[in-house]
């Protein structure tokens, strides 16, 4: 199988049809990506702007790495940046007058809201560094040396930003409790 760095050399060399190969092969990955952060609506958006920014950067790609999904991971995180740096102060009253009459929300919220409210809240105290590591290497599998190669970090950096965000995230009140909880669960409390 070819890999992404020659597609991306091909690319290069003006064939038109190797970009979109890579394209085709990450569009899910960095589309599931972006979702998680910004929601479904938004991320087409942003979808569509990493792959432009990836292709007019394909020059600075290197090609000594034959998967490209680090470096694409990259140019996502950049473009979620400038998108977030870009939205204006969010509402915080939203408009309850759109919602349907009766409907009644509360009974549709379970533990599951309070879990991820409790991981949210322990995610939102790491460092904006442990968190982007932390996300890499978790929620999209990368490893730790392309987690680095994604943020432009040394990997001996990415893997103490790593170490740094699992040990605040152990300690976290609200993960302790979690952790509690599910230990209960599981032996039949």
Not at 32 to 37: E, M, N, Q, S
Not at 62 to 68: E, H, K, Q
Request: net charge negative; charged share 30%.
């Amino acid at each position: 199988m070819t890999t992404d760095a020659e597609l991306i050399g091909r690319s290069l060399a003006g064939d038109n049809d190797a970009f979109m190969e890579v394209i085709c092969r990450h569009e899910d990955a960095v589309g599931a990506y972006l979702a998680r952060r910004v929601g479904r609506e938004a991320a087409e958006d942003l979808l569509g702007e990493v792959w432009v920014t990836a292709f007019e950067s394909r020059r600075t790609y290197d090609r000594a790495y034959p998967d490209a999904r680090p470096w694409l991971y990259g140019v996502a995180l950049n473009r979620l940046r400038r998108h977030w740096r870009s939205r204006p102060a969010e509402e915080l009253v939203p408009d309850v007058t759109i919602l349907v009459s009766g409907w009644d929300p509360w009974p549709s919220v379970d533990v599951r809201v309070d879990t991820q409210a409790g991981l949210r809240a322990a995610l939102q105290r790491l460092k904006q560094e442990e968190r982007d590591v932390l996300t890499l290497v978790a929620w999209e599998d990368l490893t730790v040396a392309d987690a680095a190669r994604a943020l432009q970090i040394p990997a001996g950096t990415a893997r103490r930003l790593l170490h740094q965000a699992r040990t605040a995230l152990r300690t976290a009140p609200e993960v302790a409790a979690l952790l509690i909880e599910l230990n209960g669960v599981k032996e039949g409390r």
